[in-house]
């Protein structure tokens, strides 16, 4: 019976967090139908650069309105209050996903900075020693990895493949 | 003759099939380790494909796809687990037999299904691509426009849960295509100032971003599972492989039906081999004498949906080489890796490349045979893939995605744009959008644009959409698969199985 609770809970937040998105899409969709409409035509065809996103854009808009009004229609008023918190859940839970993110982040930051191998290298440090279970042969092995996939992987396609991936500066 | 001759020495010669046969190993490794898709391992060989020939980079590809198609046996059969999607109804059948303590037989049934279901598909293709691109040279843009639309609202209707979400995903698609210059004219739209945005994102990086990235940060999300493995393989595994394909030879009906079900849904744009193993299963039991048998460990089980599923590889190369419309994210890729040389896409392909086209469908043979020596040579060492934990995949593949991303362009920019989708796709993910309709639409929406801007320079006349039969048909077709969606959500229980959306 619990189970089920929990279950219907989620789903509405799920449902919350959809209506949310449709907002910012409509949002984000509105004000490129706007700026489609000042892209000037051109004299030589009957529709311009514009007019295709403007389609796009329109039913788009059209579609996230029918899905406001369905999600809207559909949640009841008192799963607003437990929304928030349902969010700083789910953002716990997925801990390891945001960790992910951010090293990625810093990772494509700092590689035009300090170079493919040495970011690489410690980018997959981080991330191997983090998700892997913490036993001397789990570490040794993400060691190997990587310097495998950072100056390994360099080298294979600067002499393989000509491909030069960044330096550095 | 001579460009059938010409592909086939291209596809045969030594250095081709020597990196074919890597490339049916690497689709069999990547697929057999669950979380990590057919699609993904495709992405990753594209780059890798650039310093060849098209054609041999495509082969290679191909030996990747078909390879992945029966990878995803593996762990269906010794885990229950589906490696891919579209092995989902293998475990139904394959699994219980070798928990009986036959799982090299049902090893060996998967594989060799596969086999013949890729055979019988390359068939089809040979026979039915041609005459249908003659056929698509006729059509103008006005019919071009319309099969756009008709794919792109069939492959909504198809994935996700939701068809209402499945066209907004479309719907973005287009939007994220209409970004850059304008595809007739060059005029710049939706830049923002940016510069990396002044050419339109390259569809590879949203491809790799969208699939790649997205999936592995969903392999990330329980922290406890990702540190743990579990064994696959437990006991002795035997094959007996002559009896075993005398065994799949001695049921053609349901080879041949399932196969040929395989094909039609392959063609079919955004099905692909996630619905065909379930349809192709589901139809072997109703026109089985002894359906009570099957989930209990059935031979006939474990051949329909194997024959089912690599069918759709051979059915999904049907649009895509004689209408230039791709099937699946597996055939955009391919699509790409060919426009990345510089080949022209459509329906004049097969008569500007016919060594290109008879060569595809030569390598997509030669893949089968390839994967299945592969399989009968060393089953045994390829279970041993299914032990690489999760923690080792997610780092060490997403960095291939960074490597991949750069080669495409040599512009770090590319990898800013790269992570702000692989976020984008997450986001659209969790909330439970389908990212196929996504995905197709950024490479259909330039193509519609320009049918569409074309259509109307040529006659100011909206209604011929209407009027002009094979359009009318296709919009007629688009407006019948929307309805024949929301009458399946309406009542609870859709005719097809509505599936995950990547290979």
Known sequence: MSEDRDQMLTQQAGEIARLLSYVALLAVSVSMFLEARTIPTSRFEALGAGAFPMLVHALLSLLLISAIIGAVRRIPTE??????????????????????????????????????????????????????????????????????????????????????????? | MDAFLLGASEVLSFSTLIMMFFGAIAGIVAAAIPGFTVTMAIVLTLPLTFALPPLQGVSVMLSVYVGGYTGGLISAALLGIPGTPSALATTFDAYPMARKGEPGRAL????????????????????????????????????????????????????????????????????????????????????????????????????????????????VEDPKSIKTGEKLVKGEIRFNNLSVMREVLMRPINLIRSSMI????????????????????????????????????????????????????????????????????????????????????????????????????????????????????????????????????VPTVLVCCIVGTFALNNRVSDLSLLIAIGIFGYAMKALDYPLAPLVLAVILGPIAETNLRRA???????????????????????????????????????STPQTKDHN
């Not at chain 1, 437990?82 to 590689?111: D, E, G, I, K």
């Not at chain 2, 698509?136 to 794919?151: D, N, T």
């Not at chain 2, 939007?175 to 830049?191: E, H, K, N, S, V």
């Not at chain 2, 959409?465 to 399946?488: D, E, K, M, N, Q």
Request: proline share 6%; aromatic share 10%; net charge positive.
């Open chain 2, 262 to 393: 395989g094909v039609a849904i392959g063609a079919l744009p955004g099905a692909g081999g996630s619905i065909a193993n379930l349809i192709a299963y589901d139809q072997a039991k109703r026109a089985s004498k002894t359906p009570e048998d099957f989930g209990t460990g059935t031979p006939e089980g474990v051949i329909a949906s194997e024959s089912g599923n690599s069918a759709t590889a051979g059915g999904g190369l049907i649009p895509m080489i004689s209408l230039g419309i791709p099937g699946s994210a597996v055939d955009a890729i391919l699509l790409a890796a060919l426009m990345v040389h510089g080949i022209s896409i459509g329906p004049r392909l097969i008569m500007d490349n016919p060594d290109l086209v008879y060569g595809m469908f030569i390598a997509m043979a030669v893949s089968s045979l390839m994967m299945l020596l592969v399989c009968v040579v060393s089953m045994r060492a390829f279970l041993r893939v299914a032990e690489v934990p999760k923690w080792v995949i």
């Open chain 2, 108 to 219: 060996s049934l998967g594989v060799w299904a596969s086999f013949f279901g890729t055979l019988i598909s390359t068939a089809v293709l040979i026979v039915a691509a041609p005459p249908l691109a003659v056929f698509a040279v006729k059509l103008g843009p006005w019919e071009y426009f319309s099969l756009i639309v008709f794919a792109l609202t069939i492959v909504a209707s198809l994935v996700g849960h939701s068809l209402q979400r499945g066209l907004i995903s479309a719907l973005i698609g287009l939007a994220i295509a209409t970004i850059g210059t304008d595809p007739m004219m060059g005029r710049p739209r939706f830049d923002m100032g940016f510069d990396a945005l002044r050419a339109g994102l390259p569809f590879l990086v949203v491809l790799i971003g969208i699939y790649a990235i997205s999936q592995l940060a969903s392999e």
């Open chain 1, 79 to 169: 799963a607003y209050p437990r929304f928030a918190s349902q969010v700083v859940q789910w953002v716990q839970a997925r801990r390891l996903v945001l960790l992910m993110f951010l090293c990625l982040l810093v990772y494509v930051t700092a590689m035009p900075m300090i170079g493919y191998p040495i970011a690489t290298l410690v980018f997959l440090l981080i991330l191997l020693v983090t998700l892997s279970p913490k036993t001397k042969s789990a570490v040794a092995l993400s060691v190997v990895l990587a310097l495998v996939f950072s100056y390994g992987l360099n080298w294979l396609f600067a002499e393989m493949f000509n491909v030069f991936l960044p330096r550095g500066r």
């Open chain 2, 456 to 494: 109307l320079m040529t006659n100011n006349d909206w209604s011929l959409f209407l009027t002009r039969p094979v359009s009318l048909i296709f919009l007629v077709a688009a407006l019948l698969s929307i309805a024949w969606a929301i009458r399946g959500f309406i009542k609870n229980k859709p």
